[in-house]
């Protein structure tokens, strides 16, 4: 780690402020209640001893020790076994707080001296502030106690300061000024009224900032979500098939096995709709994993293509991204032939006219019939509707679902059908026939997954760099 800088312990945050707090800065983080401030701080205390071997003290004016510690508990922060070693001390100040601000300064700076603290957190500054006689004293508490002290021993600190709800101003209006850094949190709602929460880094010295605003979850710990193209993957492996539960398809994801249950229904019909701003690969993320567990189950796929992709694209992308042969793909993937892009001979290249849908449609069931005789097997049937109705017209595209709902359901395949922006009419007869309707949105640059059918939660999309293959991380945004 960079010398100038204090890695934060913060899971995604150092990569977006140059490696960590600068060191031995001021660093006032602030929201409103249940906003997550004192996780963040904990983490910062705990992961700062524990991984970076730096001593660390937490000073609450709010909580005592005992209800910190067994708050922190569920975090996996083990605070009484790093008191024990000396590298911890927790100071609890919830009594002192009508015995003079100056002596609580004091027993702060005594500790840091003692312990050579590296790290420091007041929690809450607005707590102290309170106690002050008039509004000035809070400006030069800071700058003439706490901002010289600390920089003077390189102690990062974190102040923590109280939003009240429906108030935009932060505690005494001269922390932010003073401070080397803001970081302030909110809870808000995206995704048709799912609970999401936002960090936002308004200051940081000496810190290049690419972007105001980033997504950040409570769950297993305080995580910040990096833009997707930030994070990269290189595939080590080649698709490993997951088992179907009884009466599912595996989506070829665990994590979004899980949030649906199990998988996709047998028989089933799934609408998947992509907002603005979500790249090929956004939604490629949670789809082609489905594609690759039927193909691995020795089982057919039939597509239909979003524009601007052909067979020879699709093909090659399944090699490279899940490790698959041609043969493999030659005896289980076909593609319809919609587009002029669709004009290159290809091994997986159903050619169709795109004029009349009842003969387009008698290509396309023989297509399924010829997969289900070679393979014994249900088929995948991925559709894109835009295209459909780009090519048949609203009228065509109607009747070919009603065609293809009523067969998906009779022989048990499974039709994942997607739809972009911008045609609400399609969406909502689609939605309509649907088993399982899933919404995929961005902001903030990182694309958020959640349930219209069933009703789920709001989940950010990452790559998962565990897997040796592209796959989904899904992390509920609690």
């Known amino acids: 780690m960079a010398d100038d800088r204090a890695p934060t312990g913060i899971y995604g945050l150092d990569l977006l402020i140059d490696g960590g707090f600068p060191r031995g800065s001021l660093i006032l983080l602030a929201g409103n209640p249940g906003t997550g401030k004192t996780i963040f701080s904990a983490q910062y ?26 708050s922190m508990m569920r975090f996996g922060f083990a605070f009484s076994r790093l008191e024990e070693t000396g590298d911890f001390r927790f100071l609890d100040l919830v009594t002192m707080k009508g015995k003079g601000v100056t ?14 603290a590296k790290r420091l957190v007041i929690d ?26 600390i920089r003077t021993v390189k102690c990062t600190t974190i102040l923590v300061s109280e ?14 000024f003073v401070a080397d850094g803001v970081i302030i949190l909110r809870k808000g709602e995206h995704g048709e009224g799912r609970l999401a929460r936002e960090l936002s880094i308004t200051k940081m010295r000496g810190t290049r900032l690419t972007q105001p605003l980033y997504f950040f979850t409570l769950e297993g710990g305080f995580r910040v979500f990096q833009p997707l193209e930030l994070q990269r993957y290189e595939r080590k492996g080649k698709f490993r098939p997951i088992t179907d539960p009884p009466g599912r398809f595996s989506t070829g994801s665990n994590d979004l096995d899980r949030i649906l249950g199990g998988g996709y229904p047998k028989g089933g019909i799934v609408l998947f709709e992509i907002g603005e701003n979500i ?24 597509i239909v293509p979003i524009g601007g992709s052909d067979a020879g694209l699709l093909a090659s992308k399944m090699k490279r991204m899940y490790g698959f042969t041609d043969d493999e793909l030659n005896g289980l993937l076909r593609v319809f032939g919609l587009s ?22 008698a290509v396309w069931v023989r297509t399924i019939e ?8 249900p088929i995948l049937e991925f559709v894109s509707i835009d295209m459909m109705e780009i090519t048949y017209g609203i009228r065509g595209l109607r009747r070919l679902l009603g065609m293809a709902v009523a067969r998906t359901r009779r022989e048990g395949n499974l039709t994942i059908g997607i739809v972009g922006p911008g045609v609400e009419h ?37 790559i998962d760099q565990a897997s040796p293959y592209p796959l989904p991380r899904l992390t509920q945004m609690t």
């Open 163 to 176: 939003v009240p709800f429906g108030s935009e101003r932060i505690g005494a209006s001269v922390e932010e």
């Open 45 to 70: 205390i705990y992961r700062g001893v524990k991984e970076y071997g730096e001593p660390g003290i937490y000073v609450s004016l709010c909580e005592s020790r005992d209800a910190f510690y067994k």
């Open 340 to 361: 002029a892009g669709d004009g290159m001979e290809s091994p997986y290249l159903i050619k169709v006219k795109g004029e009349d849908i009842m003969e387009d449609y």
């Open 426 to 462: 399609v969406s909502k007869r689609a939605a309509a026939l649907s088993d399982i309707h899933l919404k995929l949105i961005r902001d903030h640059g990182t694309p958020l997954l959640y349930g219209c059918k069933p009703r789920t939660a709001l989940y950010a999309v990452e």
């Open 124 to 149: 809450s500054f607005s707590a102290l502030v309170q106690a002050l006689e008039k509004p000035i004293d809070a400006r030069i508490l800071l700058q003439t106690i706490l901002s010289r002290i």
């Open 279 to 302: 790249s090929n690969f956004n939604w490629q993320l949670i789809l082609f994993p489905t594609l690759a567990n039927f193909i691995a189950n020795n089982r057919g796929c039939l």
């Open 103 to 116: 002596q609580i300064i004091r027993m702060i700076i005594d500790a840091v001296y003692e312990m050579k």
């Open 370 to 377: 010829e997969l289900k005789n070679r393979t014994g097997q």
